[in-house]
Nanobody, 115 residues
Framework: QVQLVESGGGLVRPGGSLRLSCVASGFDFNRYRMSWYRQAPGKERELVASIMSAERSTNIIDAGKGRFTISRNNPKNTVYLQMNSLKPEDTAVYYC????????WGQGNPVTVSS
């Protein structure tokens, strides 16, 4: 059974940091591109960051460059999203995604940036 279990979200003040984690099971994690998406209220879901498998190349949304870092630990089947200098506009539900032909999604992890 495929599972993507996210954690690490919550309420943080502007300028603060959060690290999201996503633990995967039920598929060959090493083969999959891992990504984080987010969906803010009233907006479409958007790609925030992605990381390839073997070569570890990454892609970050322009709004997150210099603030967000995506990384993965293949032996632990885990992908992370480190978010620094958070802004109110980063408020959204963040989703973990695995893609290799098939698409798998986590349940969503709310992040609220507010004073």
């Amino acid at each position: 059974q495929v599972q993507l279990v996210e954690s690490g979200g919550g309420l943080v003040r502007p300028g603060g940091s959060l690290r999201l984690s996503c633990v995967a099971s039920g598929f060959d994690f090493n083969r999959y591109r891992m990504s984080w998406y987010r969906q803010a209220p009233g907006k479409e879901r958007e790609l925030v960051a992605s990381i390839m498998s073997a070569e570890r190349s990454t892609n970050i949304i322009d709004a997150g460059k210099g603030r967000f870092t995506i990384s993965r630990n293949n032996p632990k089947n885990t992908v992370y999203l480190q978010m620094n200098s958070l802004k109110p506009e980063d408020t959204a539900v963040y989703y973990c995604n695995a893609q290799y032909g098939l698409d798998f999604w986590g349940q969503g992890n709310p992040v609220t940036v507010s004073s």
